[in-house]
Every structure is written in structure tokens, then in C-alpha cells.
């Protein structure tokens, strides 16, 4: 049964930091891997997409990468920035899967 | 797009009562899961809609609880009688699957904004 689990539970970093968030996965048959932002009080918003076949997917500051036979992906938030509090999700989805099955997310404090 | 669209936002309901949450996926979606979020559970995901058919409800908890599919632009979640033990956020998202009989097809989910349901 495939276990997302991400560390650390919570972070707080000052702003400007350049920080790494990391979730790891204990079945390496994933088909892809998604990381998502929820803010307090919101819905989940799709941050980037990695695909079984990649390494890493950039979008801004933003840099995700998959290494599957470790069973680790790591999301990079550079210079950091309060407006980047917030909880970060990621999930996996299985082989020719549709359910993703989420780890339970990295709680992210940037302060001024 | 207005992106995923749920309805009502926020829900308070004694226990007892029937509580019926909404859902309008994206335009062109031919995906649709229902998740609930709890602090001591996460995410679960509770039924999933391929072409309006449930395909797999496994996760949805108990009898009370019931989804459908009438159309392509429309979803329910519907739980009666309510229990507190419901209270929680439910999410509803979509995404595009691509050709039948191509693996690995299904592509990323977008999510709706939840309903924050409190059961009393």
C-alpha cells in the first residue's frame, strides 16, 4: 500500500530564505506526482505536475523534482516571501491510477 | 474558466437533517472526485466520475452517503441523515482523462474551493 509521508510537519523560515520541502513515497510505480498549495481556509491550488518520465518541473521560484527510485520528490522555494504561507501538499498517483493519494503536508510559516 | 465551483461555501446543519453540497466541474472535464478533508484523516477521496459514471466509490464512508452524476456540468454529494462526525471540508475537483485504452491518461486534478460542513 503506497504511503505518502512529508517532512517537516511545519516550518518557519525569515523571508528572503531559499527553502526545501520534501515528501517522500514507499511504492516507486507512481505515474506522477503533483504539488499543491492550501491556503487556511481554501481549496488546494495545482503547483506543479512532475511526470514518472521527469526530473523536475520549474514555474517561478518554484522547482520540483522526482527521483522514483529513491521514492523522494523535493519542492525548492526560492527566495522566499511571506505570501508564501501557507500548507504544501503533494500527491502521488499510481500507475494508469486515477486516485491520487496525498501525504498530510508541510505547514509553511515565512516570516517578515 | 471560473475553474471548479462549489456550493454552498459554508454549511451548519443540526444532526439529523440532509445536507446536499454542489459542484460544477471545468468545462470540458470529463473527471470528477469528491475528497473529504478532516485534521485526523487528510484527504480522502470519497467517489469518482468518469463520463458521469461512478466508477469507484469505495471511499464514500457509509449508506447515508450518496453522489450523482446527472450531467457533465453537474455533481452532488448528499449525506442523510447528517452526524456530527461528518463535519469536515469536502472538495470537489476535475480533470481531463484522454483516450480510452491509453494508459496513464489521466491528467492533473483541479480542485474547487470546498464546502465547510458543520454538523451540530
Known amino acids: 500500500k503506497q504511503e505518502v509521508t512529508q517532512i517537516p510537519a511545519a516550518l518557519s523560515v525569515p523571508e528572503g530564505e531559499n527553502l526545501v520541502l520534501n515528501c517522500s513515497f514507499t511504492?516507486?510505480?507512481?505515474?506522477?506526482l503533483q504539488w499543491f498549495r492550501q491556503d487556511p481556509g481554501k481549496g488546494l491550488t495545482s503547483l506543479l505536475l512532475i511526470q514518472s518520465s521527469q526530473r523536475e518541473q520549474t514555474s517561478g521560484r518554484l522547482n520540483a523534482s522526482l527521483d522514483k527510485s529513491s521514492g523522494r520528490s523535493t519542492l525548492y522555494i526560492a527566495a522566499s516571501q511571506p505570501g508564501d504561507s501557507a500548507t504544501y501538499l503533494c500527491a502521488v498517483r499510481m500507475d494508469s491510477s486515477y486516485k491520487l493519494i496525498f501525504g498530510s503536508g508541510t505547514r509553511l510559516l515565512v516570516r517578515p | 474558466d471560473a475553474g471548479v465551483i462549489q456550493s454552498p461555501r459554508h454549511e451548519v446543519t443540526e444532526m439529523g437533517q440532509e445536507v446536499t453540497l454542489r459542484c460544477k466541474p471545468i468545462?470540458?472535464?470529463?473527471?470528477l472526485f469528491w475528497y473529504r478533508q478532516t485534521m485526523m484523516r487528510g484527504l480522502e477521496l470519497l467517489i469518482y466520475f468518469n463520463n458521469n459514471v461512478p466508477i469507484d466509490d469505495s471511499g464514500m464512508p457509509e449508506d447515508r452517503f450518496s453522489a450523482k452524476m446527472p450531467n457533465a456540468s453537474f455533481s452532488t454529494l448528499k449525506i442523510q441523515p447528517s452526524e456530527p462526525r461528518d463535519s469536515a471540508v469536502y472538495f470537489c475537483?476535475?480533470?481531463?482523462?484522454?483516450?480510452?485504452?491509453?494508459?496513464?491518461?489521466?491528467?492533473?486534478?483541479?480542485f474547487g474551493p470546498g464546502t465547510r460542513l458543520t454538523v451540530l
Open positions: 468545462s470540458g472535464h470529463n473527471s
Open positions: 511504492d516507486s510505480a507512481i505515474y506522477n
Open positions: 475537483a476535475s480533470s481531463s482523462r484522454g483516450l480510452a485504452g491509453v494508459r496513464s491518461s489521466y491528467n492533473e486534478q483541479f
